[in-house]
């Protein structure tokens, strides 16, 4: 479901550090632009405003309009990238032409799948000591907590560990 745009207004500007009023359902990492089409990144969120970074060259001036999309940062994927160099808002760095706008997108802030639908582990990893592999049975791709007292040996265990397999 799509949420509308919302608008807000600049209270205050400091350097690249922006102060939002009238963005109720803004959230961290959204980004938002003004009417020239800067971005700006939320990075903290209070009752009456938030605060965001300004990415893009330009200059806010309080009282300017801002339009929230709630979107987060995407880059443009696709072959296109081959051989360029990109900052981390998908704006090409090495001195050549301009990337394109449109196509295929990747978020950069995805959430992780739930348990249920993550790929079963059935390879087991042996440690070739029978005790520890009927007590803790350890499997190839999970991880393992290893809880103990300060000084005991863990980390030395799981380096071997390591080492022998």
Do not use: C, W
Request: a positive charge; aromatic letters at 4%; glycine letters at 10%.
């Amino acid at each position: 479901m799509k949420l509308k745009e919302e608008i807000g207004f600049v209270r205050s500007v400091r350097d690249y550090l922006i102060t939002i009023e009238g963005l109720p359902s803004a959230k961290i990492n959204d980004i938002i632009v003004n009417e020239k089409g800067s971005r700006i990144l939320i990075h903290t969120i209070f009752r009456q405003s938030v605060e965001a970074l300004l990415l893009d060259k330009g200059d806010l001036k309080p009282g300017e309009k801002i339009i929230a999309s709630h979107e987060g940062i995407a880059i443009p994927v696709g072959l296109h990238l081959l051989g360029r160099v990109i900052n981390p808002l998908g704006v090409a760095i090495d001195g050549r032409e301009e990337l394109p706008l449109g196509g295929r997108r990747l978020k950069l802030e995805v959430a992780a799948l739930g348990i249920g639908h993550r790929q079963l582990i059935s390879e087991p990893l042996s440690t070739d000591i029978t005790l520890i592999d009927s007590l803790l049975p350890v499997v190839k791709g999970q991880r393992q907590l290893f809880l103990g007292n300060a000084r005991s040996g863990k980390s030395a265990f799981i380096l071997d560990l390591i080492i022998n397999q």
